[in-house]
């Protein structure tokens, strides 16, 4: 599973602004995270590619709501 079909993050872009203030085009990456799981429910592991953000929601809610809610989003884990 990707990144952006969990959180639905994505590259921000702007500038970089050097010392003498010219202005170059740069895009800041989202921080992703690969992280296995194990899933109570169905006896085996789970790998997710995740932000950091949504490692942080993971541990908060647990892995069994967020799997349950990502298929009610029609996601295949």
Known sequence: MQCSGCTGAKPSFGNAVSHSHRRTRRR???NIQNHRYWLPSERRW???TLTAKALKTVDRKGI????AQL???GVRI
Request: no cysteine; glycine share 8%; proline share 8%.
């Open 28 to 30: 800041w990456n989202p």
């Open 46 to 48: 789970v790998r997710l």
């Open 64 to 67: 069994e709501a967020v799997v």
């Open 71 to 73: 298929r009610g989003r």
